[in-house]
């Protein structure tokens, strides 16, 4: 097996939360046709390293009792899965293997990083399916043949897709958050109807209340939480067999008596939710808008390569024969500038509509 260096190294304290966007979910997919071997050589759980410095340093995420066990091929595929619900698509990503070795408990030297980037954008819009869908039938190469790296390319995908979120005020890529919202009494009598301010909602993780010196918390079981995702709407609806968790007063009440005197009570509601478009669900539309603003960047780029950088004409003769090519590339104007311009066009005429349908007036009575 790889080097072994004292489990120690990585150990992790939990971080606090504080209210705000917690950051993006990255899904970390590890799939290992060894994993076999590996549990038979003693290791049982999997460490995720971060680095958020460009990989200058690393960082245990998962706590002990968290780290995601190993499952034999046969159940798991070789598969392990974990989600970082405060990471970012600029950050590094590594993993280890840990376990036991006569009785010392060890870890494997760290894997190769990988880029958040790509783990993020990979059921968004993929680098392949921006080349086929928005640049077919450009040369992707310089004058030597060379390919613009991938690199490149999820750089203007992800730029594309953070223009949007703050043109259109939604979150594209899934986001964590943490709110605190007021207490209001002729809401609360409303099942405690919350408007989040992130829409579509994906989940709720937690819905809690959080008493000014606090100290006393109430954590509302699931299965009381209806959600309206699409408004960003949540309410409270207790229901049989949970009832004993928390203590329901007269009328239905799950507040002390002090509180539900008053109409105003600021902070009271705290909520953990998930707000965005889940894997592979994002709307072709909004696909579509993101493929084509990531397209300019690279279009951009190869149209000063064309005849080649800054030249907008070029002339060859030979023994009294002449060529010469003209482009559209010019001090005012791109190699493709033609395409750019439609590309233009077509996005500003989906902004209109995609502001409606997400910021118009979306409400459930309840």
Known sequence: MAELIPIQAVENAAPSILAGAQGTIITILITDE??????????????????INGGLSYAEITLPSERPVLESIEKSSGVVKFVDRRGD???????????????????????????????????????????????????????????LPDAVFQHYILSAIRWLELEI??????????????????????????????RPVISVEEFRVQYPSGQNVIVFPNEWLRIHKAEG????????????????GQGGSFLPAVYNGLAYLPDLFELSYTAGFEDCKVPRNITDVIGKAASMGPFNIFGDLIAGAGIANLSLSLDGLSQTIGTTSSATNAGYGARLIQYGKEIQAQIPKLLRYYQGIRMVVA
């Open 233 to 248: 709407q949540v309410q409270i609806v207790p229901t049989a067999g949970t009832l004993s968790e928390i203590l329901v």
């Open 169 to 198: 005020d939604v979150p594209i890529l899934a986001t964590s958050f943490v709110e605190r919202h007021d207490y209001y009494r002729e809401d609360y009598q409303a099942f405690n109807i919350i408007k989040v301010d992130h």
């Open 89 to 147: 698509p600029n950050y590094l990503y590594r993993t280890r293997y840990v376990g036991t070795l006569e009785g010392q408990r060890i870890l494997t030297s760290p894997s190769k990083p990988i880029v958040g980037t790509g783990l993020a954008l990979r059921n968004i819009l993929t680098v392949e399916q921006l080349k086929q869908r928005y640049m077919f039938g450009v040369d992707l190469t310089n004058d030597d043949g060379d390919p």
């Open 34 to 51: 060894r994993m076999d071997e590996v549990i038979e050589a003693g290791y049982a759980r999997m460490v995720v390293e971060r680095s």
